[in-house]
């Protein structure tokens, strides 16, 4: 198993920023995807942004909704994403899902609460 644990979030203002964090531990895996959803209650879960590696290399991608806002990186080391959000609006309020796909299966994090006011 994987466990993925998030970080960070909270309350911010409009305009303001926020980091999360997710560090995976467990067992060796190959990573493919790692990234973050949200969720909205009633609406589906959106991936905000991700990366994926390819033949050793990884590129990130990101939710039309965020580009240029959002920027995620990562640390292979530590098998760690962060996602630094800036430019917060309240339609970024939501719960943040750190998530692996890995040759393994894919893996979730618990979640953790991101409020924006305005």
């Known amino acids: 198993q994987v466990q993925l644990e998030e970080s960070g979030g909270g309350l911010a203002q409009a305009g303001g920023s926020l980091r999360l964090s997710c560090a995976a531990s467990?067992?060796?895996?190959?990573?493919?995807?790692m990234g973050w959803f949200r969720q909205v209650p009633g609406k589906e879960r959106e991936v905000v942004a991700h990366?994926?590696?390819?033949?050793?290399?990884?590129?990130?991608g990101y939710a039309n909704s965020v580009k240029g806002r959002f920027a995620i990186s990562k640390d292979n080391a530590e098998n760690k994403v962060d996602l630094q959000m800036n430019s917060l609006t309240p339609e970024d309020t939501a719960v943040y899902y750190c998530?692996?796909?890995?040759?393994?299966?894919?893996?979730w994090g618990q979640g953790i609460q991101v409020n924006v006011s305005s």
């Open positions: 990366f994926t590696w390819y033949n050793g290399a990884a590129s990130a």
């Open positions: 998530y692996a796909d890995t040759t393994s299966g894919r893996f």
């Open positions: 467990g067992r060796t895996v190959t990573y493919v995807t």
